[in-house]
């Protein structure tokens, strides 16, 4: 009923920029919050970003001062812009959303996870 369509990875340069998208489409009828999480390999899943509805975001310590996550309400899509990549950037990056969906007639609220999105960070 819902969807999360992650786009943006790829491979970059230390030091270069890339944009991670986000869309929820589906019976979605409030976003409460959205973000972006990373898994390296060996590693657990770990919050790199999240932003409310209301705009309100956070961050990891790593990426403050680079990373920028942004909402368009509008589009139901969350953006993870990253500036200055380090090589331990790389991972596979995560949309996470948590949202108001119904199902006959009965609403909730439910955490959606996108497929992932492979940023690499060549050093």
């Known amino acids: 009923q819902v969807q999360l369509v992650e786009s943006g990875g790829g491979l970059v340069q230390a030091g270069g920029s890339l944009r991670l998208s986000c869309a929820a489409s589906?019976?979605?009828?409030?976003?409460?919050?959205m973000g972006w999480y990373r898994q390296a390999p060996g590693k657990q899943r770990v919050l790199v970003a999240a932003?409310?509805?209301?705009?309100?975001?956070n961050y990891a310590d790593s990426v403050k001062g680079r990373f920028t996550i942004f909402i368009d309400n509008t589009k139901n899509t969350v953006y993870l812009q990253m500036n200055s990549l380090k090589a331990e950037d790389t991972a596979v990056y995560y949309c996470n959303a948590d949202l108001l969906t119904a199902v006959g007639g009965y609403s909730y609220n439910k955490d959606y996870w996108g497929q992932g999105t492979q940023v690499t960070v060549s050093s």
């Open positions: 932003i409310t509805s209301g705009d309100s975001a």
């Open positions: 589906g019976r979605i009828f409030r976003i409460n919050a």
